[in-house]
């Protein structure tokens, strides 16, 4: 019987080597096409010295007369107190387009078929698929919505459609189903990486709403872990007013082994 399965791996073995060389050759030739893009892979750091221009433009957005009625009451509110503080505060991503445009960097990976950006804050992914595939028909509502990407003249072209309404595209912008967002990121120079974001929502501009931000590769940099709710001490009530948690509410608690004091019960 032994002697039998020996003969059995004997014959099967040449296949199997034979299979797994030519899956080698696949894989070689599939990461091969890597090295033909842009190289953006890397980490990358925002230039905040075009953050103001960046801001001066999403005050300027051309914003629809239901979505300024929408900024205006807003703002009205934050002038007696409210929307002073931002979801953020409880530790809730931004999404996209803010996701990008954290003062903390982002690092780009290209891998066949798709490309990952790592955001360090929230320790985020994004996932842009770069297969042929479709964007979905009826997208989960994301914070960093469905992504899929193209190749276009030595820039990476992507498209993202699904965002979720709990996040702000602008402030009091939340984004609709119809919202999507392309971004262009292509390289000026080495090192020097640009991101062109078009913003189309027929229910909120009157036109595309587009903004540019460039970023500075750091070759020496690595992410770090980042955990909001760790140490996080700010909060934000419905309203958007600040509040401040010390973690003082543990002491009021009492032990697993303690019976609660009479002010604690009331």
Known sequence: ???????????IAPGTAAQAQEQAETRRAAYAVLADLPAIEGVWQADWGM?????AAERAAPLTDAARAVVDQFNQAK??????QTQGANCLPSGLPGSMRYPYPVEIFLAPGKVNIVIETHSQLRQIFT????LPEDPDPLFNGSSVGRWEDGALVI?????TDRISILEAIHPTPQTRIQERIWL??????MIRTTITDPALFTEPFITELAYNLEPEWT?????????NRDAADDDG?????LGLDAFDEPAPDQPATEDQTR
């Open 131 to 134: 297969d042929g595939r479709p």
């Open 51 to 55: 953050v103001t221009r960046l801001r």
């Open 188 to 193: 000026t120079e080495p090192g020097r990486m």
């Open 79 to 84: 002038a007696q107190g409210e929307n002073l």
């Open 241 to 245: 007013r600040p509040g401040m948690d």
């Open 223 to 231: 992410l770090r872990e980042y955990v909001c709710a760790e140490n």
């Open 1 to 11: 019987m032994h002697k039998v399965a020996a003969l059995a791996m004997l014959l």
């Open 159 to 163: 498209e993202t459609v699904g965002l």
